[in-house]
């Protein structure tokens, strides 16, 4: 290998006037990166010439990457005889780019030329020595030609491109578009280095152990830098480490109290088995001042590490409000709040912390208006009547029907809303789609809104229904509701005698209803409220939706439930009861369905017979019942009446259910009770589980 000095530390000029493609440079590096690639290439000269080129690319690959470059394209290969010249076609994206070529044994001297796709010459080595370097930064990306001349001596050679933003030397700004890089030695609270914007090398053996962040406990050494944030801004600081590091920011540099942010290892980025090298990274809006920045290591961690720092203005909410993008009506409109900021709180949401961004809402006249807000992070939907001002915020919504959406629906009178698409926390951001829509506050009517056009609801024994009163008029009024409230109908046919309950399991606005045996007046609905449960006659019968007031609607949905109430009252006529220390032997098989139990599946997926006990506990005590179904899969459940009650479900009336205890076979259920009448239901699970079982009954006093 030659004792010169490598072509990194050197320049090499002839480059060509600016074309219009690109903008010719010189080989020159900048005192940084050169000095660390001849540093590189030269202790890379203890490889044997026999080793070929390869052992100095390997010292030259560590190099580029440890100051933040990437390899653009493969690496390519070849061999000349003297005086050969090869053209190789190379893949450069646009701005600058390092061009390494390397000759192996027996090379004395390659030279390199780079053209673009006209023949016109962007950057030129003519420099005397077995590497070739040119750095060339080109306006736009394509097809370029790398000339390969082996001007003195012959052998293989290599050649590589290295892409990234340009480095400069030492730790102040770069200009704009660019990135600075500097290598730091230690640091600490008497005497930070410097950090900026860019690229940043250390290591923390330079460093001394003097704190530890609440994140990640350290006995390691640390390095500490200066961060002097000039005005408010959302600043990105991210630890590339050859170990366990620790990352940590405090407006105090002694005082752990004062800490702004700790991150021990980055979210989503978990290494894998064994790998120890494991990034960190903070990502805050700070407010203008001074800070100092931690690299620690885990425990006893240390090694090289590269920071990054990265920072942008946050624009004030004014600012915010200024640049807010009009929301169109019936059109839905994409987002995200991953690049934003948290400009306005609101009043619900936790106060909506998270990232938000402004959209600005033209109502033309005094209307009803629904504004949806959809994505898959915990989102909030607040509209404000002056976007700069908290105390004008007309609505606020988490929720809707839809479990990734909020939704604020209202009456509001003309004029221009702020719209803010928000989050709960500054854990959560990401895409979202708006739709706004504006309707006729009287509404513009719809289907099912009187009896005779009344919605039909077939399968009532386990049916969930969507509606929507957002357009229906007020025709109908539930006797619990309130007045102009829009409304909806539908009719369900009950052919036996049965118990029928009716619950809202999501909506927007507020809802009550009725059951009813016609439209035509109030003294024909037989129960309303926000839920219903009635034994009713076989007949027809009409469920009405009616939003609770005149700015209470949006889009609902409900569940019906019915069952014939005459196989449940003969089971409860008579119901054998239990005695303690006593087992029953029995048989669900022909025992009919007639109950169902939280903990048999879905609802709608149960018709295994069952059968019921009466347990009657004169004194508070510890009762243990243990089923067992030796053939099937049994399920065992305390009741508080034998009747079904309440609107919940089998959940509203149960006191305990156990589905598996050690097996399938084996249900148990052991609690403190107090003194009552109870009753025992054996079912089996799901489907078709039914046979013999037996049934054991023991009872000892419980203290208080």
């Known amino acids: 290998m030659s004792e010169s000095p490598p072509a990194a530390a050197r320049t090499a000029s002839n480059a060509p006037p600016r074309s219009r493609r690109a903008r010719g440079r010189s080989a020159f590096l900048g005192s940084t990166l050169a000095t660390l690639l001849a540093t590189a290439l030269a202790s890379a000269c203890v490889a044997s010439p026999r080793e070929g080129p390869l052992a100095r690319y390997a010292a030259v690959h560590n190099t580029m990457s440890a100051m933040g470059l990437v390899q653009a394209g493969p690496l390519q290969r070849g061999s000349l005889a003297e005086g050969r010249e090869t053209k190789l076609v190379l893949d450069l994206p646009q701005g600058c780019t390092t061009l390494v070529t390397l000759g192996g044994a027996g090379v004395e001297n390659v030279d390199v030329e780079l053209t673009d796709s006209a023949g016109k010459s962007i950057a030129k080595d003519t420099t005397q020595d077995t590497e070739a370097v040119v750095r060339a930064c080109v306006d736009e990306a394509g097809k370029y030609n790398l000339s390969v001349k082996m001007s003195k001596g012959a052998g293989d050679f290599l050649a590589a491109a290295w892409s990234g933003q340009e480095l400069r030397k030492g730790g102040g700004a770069a200009a704009a578009g660019s990135a600075t890089a500097s290598i730091s030695g230690g640091g600490t609270c008497d005497a930070p280095s410097p950090l900026g914007p860019g690229i940043t090398l250390g290591s923390t053996a330079n460093g001394e152990s003097n704190f530890e962040g609440t994140c990640g406990t350290s006995s390691a050494k640390e390095i500490v830098y200066r961060l002097d944030v000039p005005a408010r801004q959302r600043v990105s600081i991210e630890v590339d480490p050859r170990f366990d590091a620790v990352l940590y920011l405090r407006k105090d540099c002694t005082d752990s109290g004062s800490e702004v942010a700790c991150n021990d290892d980055v979210s989503g980025r978990s290494p894998s088995h064994g790998n120890t090298m494991r990034p960190s990274k903070v990502d805050e809006v700070l407010e203008a001042g001074t800070y100092f920045v931690f690299v620690d290591g885990y425990e006893e961690a240390e090694g090289t590490f590269k920071v990054t720092v990265a920072s942008r203005d946050v624009p004030t909410l004014a600012q915010a409000c200024q640049r807010a993008l009009p929301l169109p009506v019936g059109a839905q409109v994409a987002g995200s709040t991953s690049t934003s900021f948290d400009h306005a709180r ?82 959560h951001s990401g895409r979202f789609t708006m739709k706004a829509e504006i309707g006729p506050e009287q509404g513009t009517g719809t289907a099912g809104e009187s009896c005779p056009d009344a919605t039909p609801i077939t399968g009532i024994q386990n049916v969930t229904v969507d509606g929507d009163t957002f357009p229906a008029r007020d025709d109908v009024t539930a006797k619990c509701g309130g007045p102009g409230g829009a409304d909806v109908v539908y009719r369900i046919d009950v052919a036996k005698r049965s118990r029928v309950r009716v619950r809202m399991v999501g909506e927007e606005g507020s809802h009550v209803f009725a059951l009813a045996r016609s439209c035509a007046e109030a003294s024909a609905q037989i129960a309303c409220g926000a839920s219903i449960e009635e034994v009713v006659q076989p007949g027809t019968y009409y469920i009405l939706v009616d939003a609770k ?65 009466k347990l009657v506990v004169a004194a508070r005590s510890r009762v243990k ?80």
């Open 346 to 427: 609101a009043k619900c949401g936790d106060e909506a912390k998270g990232n938000d961004v402004v959209y600005r809402l033209d109502v033309p006249q005094k209307s009803r208006v629904r504004v949806t807000e959809h994505s898959d992070f915990p989102r909030v939907i607040h509209l404000r009547k002056r976007c700069g001002e908290p105390d004008t915020e007309v609505g606020c919504s988490t929720d809707s029907v839809e479990s990734e959406d909020a939704a604020f629906t209202g009456v509001l009178e003309g004029g221009q809303y702020a719209v803010f698409a928000d989050a709960s926390s500054t854990e």
């Open 549 to 613: 007031d005149a700015s209470s609607f949006g889009k609902f949905r409900f569940e019906v439930r019915s069952g014939e109430v005459g196989p449940q009252e003969t089971a409860c006529r008579a119901p054998q009861e239990l005695r303690p220390n006593a087992t029953v032997t029995g048989t669900t098989l022909g025992a009919g369905d007639k109950f169902t139990i939280s903990c048999a599946g879905p609802v709608q997926g149960q018709s295994s017979p069952d059968r019921i006990y």
């Open 625 to 704: 019942l243990e089923l067992t179904t030796p053939t099937w899969d049994g399920v065992l459940a305390i009741r508080k009446s034998c009747l079904d009650q309440g609107n919940n479900g089998p959940r509203g009336n149960e006191v305990e259910c156990n589905n598996d205890s050690v097996d399938e076979h084996h249900s148990k259920i052991e609690r403190v009770m107090e003194p009552g009448t109870y009753f025992v239901h054996v079912d089996g699970h799901a489907t078709g589980n039914q046979g013999p079982f037996t049934l054991l009954y023991t009872s000892a006093a419980a203290p208080r």
